[in-house]
């Protein structure tokens, strides 16, 4: 049970709803049949009214997002090349898999160059549907062949129009969870509003669009939907069964379409794991989610043919020993109140203990390293020591994988969605202590808990999921800006559902002794409408206007670049430099790899610190023999990260380099004082000055204000 002792005049007021059923039967042109058939016809236009307003929201968010993007590009204006090159860093790297499929001569041959791809990493073959998430591009570009669309539209605008589309579906999620928290669709049209709203924190489809969190957030916001619903009370068993496959379903698309996906249900289950143990969720149900992510993860497995970052998840080894804990521990909710924290601690220190045991034996029984430069950065980003690991420092230099910044909530409070969310989150954690107290004391404490029942709520299973999952997500978000995104939409259905909730005001008013129902309603009503126009008012004003400005890709220095590859070099030649820029050469030309940004693989990370000598302090002899030893026939060296002024001292990328490689940093500042200065002087800064130990090994065949680019020596 998840409610106080209140909860009890709930039920009897259903069964006292239920009892003139009777008296219906007896009396069929009564009064009450003719309620009854009034409140069935207001449920249905109530209901009509809901979904058409969700429709209408899901596709203006589209149209706006749509928009936004075509204003600030003028997309539909510039050249093919240019379109490409927005595809920044890894965008453009996923955005060329359906390039590659598109342009294929068939749709096995596309499908067999990704299976056996050896353009992305020179000197290797690697099969693309394992290391990568790109069943989606392999879907759309199967979709946009067989469709009768070519003549109407360009593949890129299928691809976009796809994403911007999500956004849709995205926003009746969040939509529809709200108002399955709240019993009225007007908290979520509140939602959406709030999301539409605060844009810039809540998404960033509109110039990141092939990113997988735009592929997959959409889908984890339906699977968010549909647990709400499977956690209401009462449900019939074919409705139950319904809901479960809507959730497998979901999880899976989301599972199969972001790396990350694991790192997030991990964080689910952690909720579902602390929600059960205060006996605040049916634990059968509970049970079914475990399964589900566990079954969605190793059938993504299998698709992605048996990656090994999967296999080696943290989601899997804990939900596994959740799932052994509970067999082990008989009668774990049973008990009085230091009966159950005992074995409640016990069983927190069993699933803990068996989830790194599995982990542990699984990675060694397999030999995985996929992911453990995430667990480097996490140590290094937690203060658990300091570390001069390339790949730890190159993320904790990153903004994006830093603490969220203060002004984050500044504009969160300009829509007041912030203030509202503190309120809710406030009162609903208070609920929740009370209920998790009541559970946990069992009947020594209801003496106790009837003296508070005036002034307690009840705490539905689906309330209490979204309110463990909005703390959690706001964990991740604080400690990780780039992860904000997944607190800030849900942040949306959390306040527009406190606000709107009758549980809500009820408690308030009990509190001040003001309750009556009426009193709530109007209250409730009022506060929402309110809010409503005070955004109308204040932001669709700057909505406009930004819609009415009109802006121009313009880059080119990069332009320039990718001509002169795709008119200078032979197809099979091999190009070294940045991850960031060697996705976009790949898309834009076609040309061979030596890098790319898509970091989790250990020999990946191993050859890109490898490859970035080229901007640290090495000989000629050393970075030409690094750079011929992955095959490579250019090096594209960029002002940018050879002069970078974007980060501070200690965090530039030739800063990174020099303390991997022992050696003192440039410029006025403490070094570390093992750092020794180098024998050499920086590749990047001494190549341009054309002196014969670096003439040997590189010349230089194109130059612009941004980029030279080397042609490599073929010694025998």
Not at 591 to 616: C, F, G, S, V, W
């Amino acid at each position: 049970m998840t409610t106080v002792r209140q909860r009890r005049a709930g039920k009897g007021t259903e069964a006292a709803e239920d009892q003139p059923s009777e008296e219906k039967n007896v009396k069929p042109d009564g009064k009450i049949l003719s309620d009854h058939t009034g409140g069935k016809l207001w449920n249905i236009l109530s209901i009509s009214v809901g979904g058409i307003v969700a429709l209408s929201l899901g596709l203006l968010t589209s149209v706006y997002v749509a928009t936004l993007h075509e204003n600030d590009l003028w997309f539909s204006n510039i050249k093919e090349v240019e379109r490409e090159i927005s595809f920044r860093t890894e965008c453009g790297l996923y955005y060329s898999y359906y390039k590659q499929m598109i342009q294929a001569a068939s749709i096995q041959q596309g499908l067999h160059g990704l299976v056996y791809d050896n353009k992305t990493e020179s000197v290797r073959t690697i099969n693309i549907l394992e290391r990568m998430n790109v069943y989606q591009e392999v879907l759309l570009s199967i979709l946009y062949r067989i469709l009768p669309i070519q003549q109407y539209l360009e593949p890129v605008y299928f691809y976009i129009y796809t994403l911007f589309g999500l956004q849709a579906v995205y926003v009746i999620a969040l939509y529809v969870t709200s108002w399955l928290l709240s019993g009225t669709w007007l908290s979520g049209l509140l939602a959406a509003c709030w999301y539409i709203t605060n844009r810039t924190d809540t998404t960033r489809v509109e110039f990141t669009i092939p990113l997988r969190e735009n592929w997959a957030l959409p889908f984890f916001a339906v699977q968010i939907a549909a647990i709400t619903y499977l956690l209401r009370t009462h449900l019939q068993p074919v409705q139950e069964r319904l809901t479960l496959t809507a959730v497998f379903i979901a999880t899976f698309l989301f599972s199969l379409t972001w790396q990350f996906n694991q790192f997030m249900m991990l964080i689910q289950a952690l909720a579902l794991f602390i929600l059960d143990c205060f006996d605040m969720l049916p634990t059968v149900k509970v049970t079914w989610l475990y399964i589900i992510q566990i079954s969605a993860l190793l059938l993504v497995c299998v698709l992605q043919f048996f990656n090994s970052m999967i296999l080696g998840s943290l989601l899997i080894s804990f939900n596994a020993s959740v799932l052994i804990a509970r067999t082990i521990q008989k009668n774990l909710k049973k008990g009085g109140l230091l009966n159950r924290l005992g074995k409640l601690i016990l069983h927190v220190l069993l699933v803990l203990c068996l989830t790194l045991l599995i982990n542990k034996f699984i990675k060694k029984s397999l030999n995985l390293e996929s992911d453990e430069h995430i667990f480097k950065f996490l140590k290094a980003k937690f203060g658990f020591g300091a570390t001069r690991d390339f790949d730890a420092n190159l993320y904790l230099c990153e903004e994006a994988f830093g603490l969220l910044p203060l002004n984050t909530f500044s504009r969160l409070s300009d829509t007041l969605l912030f203030y509202v969310y503190i309120f809710v989150l406030f009162l609903m954690t208070v609920a929740a202590v009370i209920v998790a107290f009541q559970n946990l004391s069992g009947s020594n404490q209801v003496q106790f808990m009837e003296k508070m029942e005036e002034y307690t709520i009840t705490l539905k299973p689906d309330a209490a999921y979204n309110l463990i999952h909005t703390v959690l997500f706001g964990c991740l978000a604080l400690s990780t800006m780039r992860m904000k995104y997944l607190w800030t939409s849900h942040m949306c259905v959390f306040a527009s559902f406190g606000l709107c909730s009758t549980e809500v005001w009820k408690l308030i008013l009990k509190c001040i002794h003001l309750y009556t129902s009426q009193r709530t309603h109007v209250i409730k009503y009022s506060i929402l409408i309110i809010t409503l126009l005070y955004i109308s008012y204040k932001f669709w004003p700057g909505i406009m206007d930004e819609l009415s400005e009109l802006r121009e890709f313009y880059d080119p220095d990069t332009v320039e670049l990718m001509n002169w590859i795709k008119s200078s070099t032979p197809n099979t030649a091999v190009f070294a430099g940045s991850m960031q820029l060697l996705a976009g050469v790949k898309l834009c030309t076609g040309r061979t790899l030596t890098n790319h940004p898509h970091y989790e693989d250990k020999n990946l990370r191993e050859r890109t610190k490898q490859i970035y000598q080229i901007y640290a302090k090495r000989s000629p002899e050393d970075v030409y023999r690094i750079l011929r030893s992955f095959g490579t026939d250019y090096v594209i060296l960029e002002d940018s990260i050879c002069y970078e002024r974007r980060h501070s001292r200690g965090c530039r990328l030739r800063d990174l380099l020099d303390i991997a490689n022992g050696h003192i940093m440039d410029g006025l500042g403490e070094n570390e004082p093992d750092l020794k200065p180098s024998l050499y002087p920086r590749f990047c800064e001494e190549i341009k000055k054309n002196l014969p130990p670096y003439t040997i090994h590189f010349t230089r065949v194109f130059q612009n204000k941004t980029f030279h680019v080397y042609k490599l020596a073929k010694h025998k």
